[in-house]
DNA sequence: GGAGAAATTGAAAATGACAATCAGAAAGCT
DNA sequence: AGCTTTCTGATTGTCATTTTCAATTTCTCC
C-alpha cells in the first residue's frame, strides 16, 4: 500500500507539476494535524512555523490533496469546508455534535450494503456518498438535562 | 394531523410575530412549488405575479418554514440552499446526479433504523441527518458509455 | 374607527468563504 | 547557466447569504 506522501508525488510527477517546498511543509502538516480542520485552521497552525506561506497557497494545496486522494473534503453545513487525512481503505462517516462541535466517526457495513441496494434500485451509479448524524454528544445531552 | 398552514399560524402567534401577506403568498407558493427549490428560484417565481416582494423577505420567510418545521433545508454543495416542503410523516434521503442535477427521493427503514443503532454506539442523541448519495442517473450513465 | 407600540418590509450595503488574478520567484530540464 | 513552465502570495473579485434602516404594516387597546 502507497503511503499518502508517495501518492502526492506520483500524482506531481503524472501531471507535470512542480516540487516545492510550501507543498513539502503543507504535506507534513497535513499529515501530523488531526482529522476535521478548515484551510483557516492549517493556515494559522502553519503560520507559527512558516510566516512566509500564503492561505491561498495551503488552500490550493489543500484542493490539490482532495484531487490525488489523500484527502477528502468534509461539509457540516456550518459555512467551512473541513479536510481530512483519507486512508483509502478507511473509509468512515460522522456524528457531529450541535452544541459543542464534537465529531466522532463510525463505519458500519451494514449501511453501505444498502446504499448499494438503493442506488441499484433506481439505476444510480454511485460515485460517493455523504452521510452525517447531528445531534448532542454524551456530554452535552447530560448538560442539557440540568 | 395539522397541515402545513395551522402549523405556520400557530408558530406565528405562539411567537408573537405577525401575519402579513407577504407570507401568506409566499407561503402559498412555497406548498404549491415542487421541491428542492433554492431562494432565488422561489423568489423569480413569485416576481411574476407580485413584484413587490422582495428578495431578503423571501428569504426570511423561507428560514420561518424551517423553523416552525415544515420546510426543510437541503445542501447539496454545489453553494446554494435548497428548500422542500416537509411532511412530518415522510422523511425521505436524496439521489443526486452529479452530471445533470436530477434529484430523485428514496426511503430506506433499514438504514434509519441501523442510524439509531450507531447513534446509540456512541450515546448521541441525534436531532436529524444527512444522507445522501451521488453519482450518475440512468441517463447521465448510459450518455457516458459513448 | 383610530392611536400607539412592535414587528415587518425591501432596497441597499455588509459579510465571509472561496476562487481568480498577476507580477515576481522558484523549479527543473537541457 | 539559460530558458520555459509552474508556483507563490497579496490582493481583488465573486456570489450566496445576512444585516441594516427608514418607511410601512400589523395588531392591540381604547
Ligand atoms: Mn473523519
Ligand atoms: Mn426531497
Ligand atoms: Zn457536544
Ligand atoms: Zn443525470
Given at each position: 500500500m502507497m503511503d499518502q506522501m508517495t501518492i502526492f508525488s506520483d500524482y506531481i510527477r503524472s501531471k507535470g507539476l512542480k516540487n516545492?517546498?510550501?507543498?513539502?511543509?503543507?504535506?507534513?502538516?497535513?499529515?501530523?494535524?488531526?482529522?476535521?480542520?478548515?484551510?483557516?485552521?492549517?493556515?494559522?497552525?502553519?503560520?507559527?512555523?512558516?510566516?512566509?506561506?500564503?492561505?491561498?497557497?495551503?488552500?490550493?494545496?489543500?484542493?490539490?490533496?482532495a484531487e490525488c486522494g489523500i484527502a477528502s473534503e468534509l461539509d457540516f453545513g456550518d459555512g467551512q469546508t473541513r479536510f481530512e487525512p483519507l486512508d483509502i481503505n478507511q473509509h468512515h462517516d460522522h456524528l457531529v455534535c450541535t452544541n459543542c462541535g464534537l465529531i466522532v466517526e463510525f463505519t458500519e457495513p451494514r449501511i453501505e450494503k444498502l446504499q448499494e441496494q438503493v442506488a441499484a434500485r433506481y439505476n444510480f451509479k454511485i460515485e460517493r456518498h455523504r452521510h452525517e448524524l447531528y445531534g448532542l454528544c454524551p456530554k452535552c445531552a447530560k448538560a442539557q438535562l440540568v
Amino acid at each position: 500500500m502507497m503511503d499518502q506522501m508517495t501518492i502526492f508525488s506520483d500524482y506531481i510527477r503524472s501531471k507535470g507539476l512542480k516540487n516545492t517546498c510550501q507543498r513539502k511543509t503543507i504535506l507534513e502538516a497535513f499529515l501530523a494535524s488531526k482529522s476535521h480542520f478548515s484551510t483557516e485552521d492549517l493556515y494559522l497552525k502553519l503560520r507559527k512555523q512558516h510566516p512566509n506561506i500564503g492561505y491561498a497557497t495551503v488552500h490550493r494545496t489543500l484542493k490539490l490533496f482532495a484531487e490525488c486522494g489523500i484527502a477528502s473534503e468534509l461539509d457540516f453545513g456550518d459555512g467551512q469546508t473541513r479536510f481530512e487525512p483519507l486512508d483509502i481503505n478507511q473509509h468512515h462517516d460522522h456524528l457531529v455534535c450541535t452544541n459543542c462541535g464534537l465529531i466522532v466517526e463510525f463505519t458500519e457495513p451494514r449501511i453501505e450494503k444498502l446504499q448499494e441496494q438503493v442506488a441499484a434500485r433506481y439505476n444510480f451509479k454511485i460515485e460517493r456518498h455523504r452521510h452525517e448524524l447531528y445531534g448532542l454528544c454524551p456530554k452535552c445531552a447530560k448538560a442539557q438535562l440540568v
